[in-house]
């Protein structure tokens, strides 16, 4: 099969750091046009040669020659891109958030059900290796759990009455980030700078809750500090919980992110995509590692896993402290996803497989961030049900 060629809408360094480097090192995929209505931005991209460049996004998705579109402009500027592809009939890879409202992210959901396009959005947790495989095995374990034989049981506990079923599961997310890291896009309007990233970031872990839950959210609790940390406990019918810690304050020199998993008498850990851990499941790996990206120091840490990236991670610290360049802190990067959810697209887009992250998958999630946000403004719990199209915040 010939390689697809793809548009880039948008242009700024999320597109240059993953999604067009990535289009570049597919066989399966050209990036063909790059479009821009900043210039800077352009140019920029203009260093990995497409075969086109415009500043005008109808041009680029009405050229005979793209056969489909990565949308990765900001979330307020969405629909008319996806509009105009699906138009065109072709395919559709957005990043996340999918909308800035229910009421666009609704509208974005009609116009891709519509046409019938292939339709991704960009929640890459779901197409990381490690968190891949974390949800599988705690997937699996649920399903048919095999209780180990050493576990302790103290007398009388056939009696006791824990008031629902003692295998629900329980989700806890942990996430490490640095405000000074922020674009000044993530506060643009009135929302995010009431509840910081609620919705643009918290997506990607209450995507991820949804996955692994595998349940319809009710309602939800947030209390925060600020626009910069937040606490937000999910609770799912079918008993299930969510308990997500957005902490801003934090540092790049430790892993950003603890996904931890509990339930049926198990745990399955993933560590920032570095490692999967796994306790109280008969015949699982007890740990795996998993390989880095951009790995300038393979000689430090050669084990890999938190230990080696950990290694990595000083070494590199030290690198940006004596050049004065704060960028030479990202070195052997964990595999959060972007590459390989580009690839299973592309089969999707084959018919080769099933959706990878559908539309409506982003839809719930959006709305639970939004029912998160509505709990932190108003200082109480509330059910994602009362999110509607017209809901103010």
């Not at 931005?41 to 990995?48: D, G, H, M, V």
């Not at 229910?102 to 396009?117: D, H, P």
Request: aromatic content about 6%.
């Amino acid at each position: 099969m010939k390689p697809m060629n793809f548009a880039v809408i948008g242009c700024g360094m999320l597109a240059r750091q993953a999604h067009i480097p990535n289009l570049a090192t597919l066989g399966e995929a050209r990036f063909h046009t790059a479009c821009d209505i900043n210039e800077d931005n352009l140019r920029a991209a203009e260093a990995f040669h497409p075969q086109k460049s415009t500043r005008d996004f109808r041009e680029a998705v009405s050229d005979a020659e793209v056969d489909a579109v990565i949308v990765a402009t900001t979330e307020t500027f969405r629909i008319p891109i996806i509009e105009a592809a699906a138009a065109a009939g072709k395919p559709v890879y957005t990043e996340k958030p999918l909308a800035d409202t229910f009421a666009n992210a609704l509208a974005i959901q009609t116009i891709v059900e519509e046409s019938g396009i292939p339709f991704c959005v960009g929640h890459n947790r779901r197409a990381a290796p490690a968190m891949r495989d974390a949800q599988a095995v705690f997937s699996r374990h649920r399903k048919a759990p095999q209780p180990v034989p050493w576990r302790f049981e103290r007398p009388g506990w056939e009696t006791m009455d824990v008031g629902s079923d003692p295998g629900v599961p329980v989700i806890a997310i942990r996430i490490n980030d640095d405000w000074k890291s922020w674009k000044a896009v993530h506060l643009q309007n009135d929302l995010n700078r009431r509840v910081g990233l609620l919705l643009s970031e918290g997506t990607h872990f209450v995507d991820l809750a949804n996955w692994f839950l595998e349940s319809e959210p009710l309602r939800v609790l947030c209390s925060g500090s600020g626009v910069l940390n937040h606490a937000i406990i999910i609770h799912y019918a079918n008993g299930g919980m969510a308990v997500i810690t957005m902490a801003s304050t934090g540092t790049f020199a430790y892993p950003k992110e603890l996904l931890e998993a509990i339930g049926e008498g198990a745990i399955v850990v993933c560590n920032h995509m570095l490692e999967v851990r796994t306790a109280g499941i008969p015949g699982a790996e007890p740990l795996t590692r998993y390989p880095m990206l951009n790995d300038r120091h393979p000689e430090i840490g050669p084990e890999g896993g938190l230990s080696g990236w950990l290694a990595k991670k000083r070494a590199a610290c030290e690198e940006a402290a004596q050049t004065g360049d704060p960028l030479r802190q990202f070195a052997a990067e964990p595999d959060k996803g972007h590459r390989r959810m580009l690839e299973e697209f592309i089969r999707e887009i084959r018919g080769q497989r099933g959706p990878v992250c559908p539309v409506s998958a982003a839809v719930l999630a959006t709305k639970v961030c939004l029912a998160a946000a509505k709990s932190y403004l108003e200082g109480r719990t509330v059910d994602v049900a009362e999110i509607v199209p017209n809901t103010k915040l």
